[in-house]
């Protein structure tokens, strides 16, 4: 069954550095997202994108965030500056668009320490 | 405004025995959907219900949904050890295809 795939699954950085997460949305899918969950806080939406550019983003995505689709499997969200309150499960997800009806998929997230 | 509230926040019960859990929502949706997150691993897709279905159902799994309450349910029967994880619901908004979580349940199923 295809699946998201997420690199890596932790990674550790020192406040200040700047982090780059990576995501394999599944292949015929055109809807890409990444959402984020502090440690026991509900999930939160930070960004979609769609046709090679944001169609929406939340207010959590500032100019720390930016997310990029470099090639055509790949899309990456990169956090520069990381600050301590970064530190949370950030989860890729994707779905197709099959009109008015989506079910997203998600990847196994990538857990953010940052110190 | 905040969607999908789930309740109770936890949940223990005997295996064998039914798991229900509530899920509350503000806004019109176009579709609710119900993931499992076992402890510190990734969310996991069980059931999509749109907002013009009523009840669904999926193996052990069965999701109602009350449009008029702005409610669903979600009810595992028969569970097992393996059930054992957080669930949580999320409501996608008409022309939104964003998710909106809720705090999700806890469940603990007790061999």
């Known amino acids: 069954e295809p699946e998201v795939t997420q690199t890596p699954s932790h990674q550790v950085t020192q406040m200040g550095q700047e982090v780059i997460l990576r995501c394999v949305p599944i292949?015929?899918?055109?809807?890409f997202y990444w959402y984020r969950q502090i440690l026991g806080q509900k999930v939160e939406f930070l960004v979609s994108f769609y046709n090679n550019e944001i169609s929406e983003k939340s207010e959590i995505f500032d100019d720390q965030f930016s997310v990029e689709r470099p090639d055509g499997s790949n899309f990456t969200l990169k956090i520069r500056s990381t600050k301590l309150e970064d530190s949370a499960m950030y989860f890729c997800a994707s779905s197709d668009d099959r009109g008015w009806v989506t079910e997203a998929f998600f990847g196994q997230g990538t857990r953010l320490t940052v110190v | 405004s905040q969607q999908g509230e789930e309740d109770p926040q936890a949940l223990s019960i005997q295996e064998g025995e039914n798991a229900t859990m509530n899920c509350s929502y503000k806004?019109?949706?176009?579709?609710l959907q119900w993931y499992r997150q076992n402890s510190g691993r990734g969310l996991v897709h069980l059931i999509l219900i749109r907002s013009n279905e009523r009840e669904k159902h999926s193996g052990r799994l069965r999701v109602t949904l009350d449009t008029s309450k702005k409610s669903s349910s979600l009810l595992i029967t028969a569970s097992r050890a393996a059930d054992t994880a957080s669930y949580f619901c999320a409501t996608a908004r008409l022309n939104d295809y964003k998710l909106s979580f809720g705090a999700g349940t806890t469940v603990t199923v007790r061999a």
């Open positions: 292949s015929n899918h055109l809807y």
């Open positions: 806004t019109s949706i176009n579709n």
